[in-house]
């Protein structure tokens, strides 16, 4: 098992308010997370920064019975110290964060998700995405009122419908992921697949000789895509054939 992971700012943005958190402590312990902050640059990166701080502390000696609960009370605990933060202090008004991550707890993989970074499972042939973008655009889709061609370019596909920080308490998705073995994972924000569709990036994953030239690949065409946003990725590959 092999994980890579990379921030880059992009071509347009000045400032990076994304941020990413891996800690391996063996192939069937370990936990992956990636934020993309929003409200500002003092804001998101703020909110995202915070909320990886917080993984990665409840993360050091983590007493876990219940991997849901586990999930559920750390990104709670990271979720009150944003939105304190963000109505006491006037500079960070309004702020927030995407959360999308992996736990994995003696081989079995878990998944925590607020906004619209995505995880994607992946293997030689196919890409799935397992999270569900929680997105203004996304809810008008699936109710019918817009196609899927019509999503793509909608004024208003990045309005995000769910956030950590933006309320008291948070709605999380929290799951159990069915990996099957030659399958891996790709935990992204939309800095990278808001610029290159799942087919081309599983192209890239498919292309490159090593983990780090994949991972590499990945920014490189995000970027000469246009590179609108800041582009953040966590590459987990049990994939033996990889190595």
């Known amino acids: 098992m092999k994980i890579y992971a990379k921030t880059d700012t992009g071509m347009i943005r000045q400032n990076n308010e994304d941020a990413y958190f891996y800690k391996e402590k063996d192939a069937n312990n370990f936990i992956a997370f990636v934020c993309d902050g929003m409200g500002g640059h003092l804001g998101g990166s703020y909110a995202a920064n915070k909320t990886i701080e917080i993984l990665a502390d409840a993360y ?47 081989g079995k993989y878990y998944y925590a998700h607020l906004g619209d970074s995505r995880i994607y499972l992946y293997d030689s042939s196919n890409i799935t995405q397992i999270t569900t973008d929680h997105t203004l655009v996304n809810t008008l889709l699936h109710s019918g009122y817009i196609t899927y061609k019509q999503s793509l370019k909608h004024p208003k596909r990045h309005v995000l419908t769910n956030a950590l920080g933006i309320k008291k308490e948070i709605s999380v998705d929290i799951g159990e992921i069915p990996i099957k073995e030659g399958q891996n994972i790709l935990i992204c924000t939309d800095g990278l697949h808001n610029t290159l569709d799942a087919k081309k990036i599983l192209k890239i994953l498919n292309e490159k000789e090593s983990i780090i030239l994949r991972g590499n690949e990945l920014v490189e065409k995000a970027n000469a895509n246009g590179g609108h946003d800041n582009i953040t990725f966590i590459l987990i590959e049990n994939d033996k054939e990889k190595e």
């Open 60 to 106: 050091k000696n983590p007493k876990i019975k219940s991997v849901g609960i586990w999930l559920y009370e750390t990104l709670q605990k990271a979720n009150e110290a944003v939105y304190k933060q963000s109505q006491e202090n006037e500079n960070l008004s309004g702020m927030g964060t995407t959360v999308s991550g992996i736990l994995c707890l003696d």
